[in-house]
Nanobody
Framework: QVQLVESGGGSVQSGGSLRLSCAAF??????????MGWFRQAPGKEREGVAS???????AYADSVKGRFTISKDNAKNTLYLHLNSLKPEDTAMYYC???????????????????WGQGTQVVVSS
């Protein structure tokens, strides 16, 4: 069973930056062989796809974060990253990473494609 552990969340002011990490444990080639995504969930809202990268390296982003967030991965470290720039108060949410063996391209932004989730890391952006 693969375990995903997020870190890097915190409190920042509007316009600030953060880097979220998602380390995979239990299988050394998780980020290499599975599609992975970042999702977020604000209080009272549904969990939404933020960014994803499939096994071909194709990335997809939600319109609300295009040009501000960047997804990347380090295969040697078996770790997925999300670089958050130009943060806005509306980016405040719990951020989750997830792994999927069944999606590609923009379909990887759909949370229903994922069965394996991390516990989340909180991001708070103040104005």
């Amino acid at each position: 069973q693969v375990q995903l552990v997020e870190s890097g969340g915190g409190s920042v002011q509007s316009g600030g930056s953060l880097r979220l990490s998602c380390a995979a444990f239990g299988y050394a080639y998780t980020v290499t062989t599975t599609s992975m995504g970042w999702f977020r969930q604000a209080p009272g809202k549904e969990r939404e796809g933020v960014a994803s990268i499939d096994t071909y390296g194709s990335t997809a982003y939600a319109d609300s974060v295009k040009g501000r967030f960047t997804i990347s991965k380090d295969n040697a470290k078996n770790t997925l990253y999300l670089h958050l720039n130009s943060l806005k108060p509306e980016d405040t949410a719990m951020y989750y990473c997830a792994a999927s063996s069944s999606c590609s391209g923009s379909r990887c932004l759909n949370r229903l494609a994922y069965l394996n989730w991390g516990q989340g890391t909180q991001v708070v952006v103040s104005s």
